[in-house]
C-alpha cells in the first residue's frame, strides 16, 4: 500500500525558512512533486524532481526561494523554502507519479497535507 506522509510545517514570520519533508512507502516513483492550496483558491504546482535528482521544475513564484530534493535510499522528498512570504501560505502536498510533469492530473498519489502559514 502506498503511503506519502508530510512532516515539517508551521508559523514562520515572512522572511523566515521552513522545511517540509515527505516519506514515501509500498514503492518508489519516478517523480516526486510538492504542490499547495490556499483556501478558496485551486491546487497548484510548487516543484518537482525525478528519479535523478537532475531535473527539477518550480513555479514561477518560488523559483530562487525553494530547493527541491529527494534521497532516494531513504525514499524522501525535501522542500526547504527560504525567504517565505504571507502568500506562501498554504496547505502543502507531497505527491508522486510515474511521469516528471508539472501537471497536478500527472501524480497518481498524495499525501494529506500539511499547513504552512507565513505572518507578515
Known amino acids: 500500500q502506498v503511503q506519502l506522509v508530510e512532516s515539517g510545517g508551521g508559523l514562520v514570520q515572512a522572511g523566515g525558512s521552513l522545511r517540509l519533508s515527505c516519506a514515501a512507502s509500498?514503492?518508489?516513483?519516478?517523480?516526486m512533486g510538492w504542490f499547495r492550496q490556499a483556501p478558496g483558491k485551486e491546487r497548484e504546482f510548487v516543484a518537482a524532481i525525478n528519479w535523478g535528482g537532475i531535473s527539477t521544475y518550480y513555479a514561477d513564484s518560488v523559483k530562487g526561494r525553494f530547493t527541491i530534493s529527494r534521497d532516494n535510499a531513504k525514499n524522501t522528498v525535501t522542500l526547504q523554502m527560504n525567504s517565505l512570504k504571507p502568500e506562501d501560505t498554504a496547505v502543502y502536498y507531497c505527491?508522486?507519479?510515474?511521469?516528471?510533469?508539472?501537471?497536478?492530473?500527472?501524480?497518481?498519489?498524495w499525501g494529506q497535507g500539511t499547513q504552512v502559514t507565513v505572518s507578515s
Open positions: 509500498g514503492r518508489t516513483f519516478y517523480a
Open positions: 505527491a508522486a507519479s510515474t511521469v516528471f510533469m508539472k501537471a497536478t492530473t500527472a501524480y497518481q498519489y
